[in-house]
């Protein structure tokens, strides 16, 4: 069901995103998913740079869109059927900001928005959208999540 | 009996924050609850600006226990009554700080120690206490909070 | 098992931090431990300074391992055996930074790595890393974490 909503809304996700240190991209621990800080990286390529001097409010939620489909494919390489997702619980989003940009909500939203769109309510979760000093390899932004799977 | 506790203190809670966009104020999951990130907004205001620059250390102390009462009242709203909190778990506390400015923790007692005040040692939770560059619409403080219920 | 393993790796656990406030070390709820933020403190001195000024990149790896071992302190004096410890499910790793420092991931891989090190499998989690703003006393890593209990 989830897969044929990606298909009726045009999205492809991206290959997902392999750590190469000694953690992963997510853990299950009973019949919850803890999936490590994603960020916006689609085909080879991230978006990198700070809001408010090298990237504007469009092009940071744009980005934050693109790290809600790189945890999907994360989510969808571990569990095999997106489905099995029964709620996102809990999202954390940070954003790299140059002094002075707080429109750091407005950024997560083009995670959050993403969620519902494709869950619906299911989709609606407990949020905080920060402004941080550096991310990875200057990112644009990073989001973590936490989510309950069907027993 | 916490509603006694808050009139014994003379603690009145301000009317519960409202996500405007496509996230919510709380998520329960298997009788934990995710608390979103709130801030120091009471009676329609909110306390802005950065601690070091803008507000001293008592003026963020008072900050985060805003936040706190915040908190509670999107707790009161989502459950009813605020008997059903078995233990506040976790607390995470973000404040909006300017160069130099470190005494994240003595702020954030603000919080932790309201919570001790109502709860006694249920209130009593693993916390972090860090700074961060910028915070939603430039307020002085965000704090997200994980509490376990009664069954 | 685990204090055998730590003795054959030549580590000695420090002290335990012990918080001054209203909150704990750590709290466990339904077999799951919250582990509070502890900092690279080990004999009484603390490793501070930001990464990219103060601290280069050896140097923080050095202190996010030492702070991995503060936490195992903790863990030691809440469970009193490290093997009570089932599963690390998550790590959330902050750098104190400097403007442009950005290899937060390489700095936590100290802590990650010895959890690897310590528990093998059982020690790989989901994590994300961050540059923050400020640290309480200006401490150089600070690090939270989340780990499951055996029954």
Request: overall charge negative; proline content about 5%.
């Amino acid at each position: 069901m989830i897969a044929q909503r990606l298909e009726s809304l045009g999205i492809v996700l991206p290959a997902p995103f392999m750590p190469a240190a000694n953690y992963l991209g997510c853990t299950i621990d009973a019949g919850v998913i803890y999936v490590s800080g994603h960020g916006p990286i689609a085909g080879g390529q991230a978006i990198t740079g700070k809001l408010g001097r090298d990237l504007d409010l469009d092009q940071g939620r744009a980005a934050a869109r693109i790290t809600a489909l790189s945890i999907l494919a994360t989510l969808q390489a571990e569990l095999g059927d997106l489905d099995k997702i029964k709620r996102i619980v809990k999202v954390f989003g940070m954003v790299n900001v140059a002094p002075g940009f707080n429109q750091t909500p407005a950024v997560i939203d083009g995670c959050s928005d993403l969620f519902v769109e494709i869950f619906g309510d299911a989709g609606k979760h407990a949020r905080s959208a920060i402004g941080v000093a550096e991310l990875p390899f200057d990112i644009a932004v990073e989001i973590e999540l936490i989510a309950r799977l069907h027993p």
